[in-house]
């Protein structure tokens, strides 16, 4: 999942794309708003935490000419603005959903994980596939209730494959979901994480395949 974040304290900034990259999120951050509206431009970022109060673009600015652009990213107002006429032109601006700082750590990520499952339309907050479920919130993977120990990079991959269950994920949707510019991984990388992902889960009996699409990508089926 890749996430761009338009946040001028750097110090926040820091912190927040430490923690979420922890989390195998594939984190850009923008440190103002001109920037911030050239990455989110781009339409690389399933979700967009955004700051209101920014240098050279304000984020409401940043928020309007994404959705005139049609821009489809599910957009975290992350503002000090509490009061109600901020909330409300926020939300009726486009925003997706809205919160004030200070904030609690868990209270972003589960905010973060549900607009996750708006984005890929799943409504469970386990994602599942057969046997195997995992757990969005704590990133743990069972098979039959026995944790698969995977890497924050294999989580991440395969909580975008549950997250688009019953479809082919092509290679390069997989690699911008789980590496953001400051670590551009080899040509191969993903090819490497399947693979170790797919040796994990076969050891764990019960969990589905992770099948290849050749030349296009990867898929996981509900098993029949
Ligand atoms: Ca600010």
């Not at 944790?147 to 949707?173: D, I, N, P, Q």
Request: glycine share 8%; hydrophobic share 40%.
């Amino acid at each position: 999942m890749r996430v761009l974040l338009i946040e001028d304290s750097e110090r926040l900034s820091g912190a927040l794309t430490t923690g979420l990259r922890q989390e195998g999120f594939a984190v850009d951050a923008a440190l103002d708003g001109s920037v911030g509206l050239e990455l989110a431009a781009s339409g690389q970022h399933d979700v967009i935490i955004l700051d209101l109060g920014l240098p050279l673009v304000d984020g409401m600015s940043i928020l309007r000419r994404l959705r005139a652009a049609g821009s489809t990213a599910h957009v975290l107002i992350l503002t000090a603005r509490d009061a109600p006429g901020d909330i409300v032109a926020g939300l009726d601006a486009g925003a997706d959903d809205y919160m004030t700082k200070p904030f609690l750590w868990p209270e972003l990520r589960a905010r973060l994980n549900a607009l996750m499952r708006r984005r890929f339309n799943n409504k469970q907050a386990q994602l599942r596939a057969g046997d195997l479920e995992l757990d969005p919130s704590s990133r743990v993977a069972r098979v039959r209730g026995e944790v698969v120990s995977l890497s924050a990079k294999e989580t991440a991959v395969l909580e975008y494959l549950l997250h688009r269950k019953g479809e082919t994920a092509r290679h390069e949707e997989i690699e911008a979901a789980i590496y953001d510019g400051e670590s551009a991984p080899e040509s191969s990388a993903v090819t490497t994480i399947v693979c170790r992902l797919r040796k994990r889960l076969e050891n764990a009996d019960g969990a589905p395949p992770v099948r290849t699409v050749r030349g296009v990508g990867y898929r996981i089926d509900e098993p029949a």
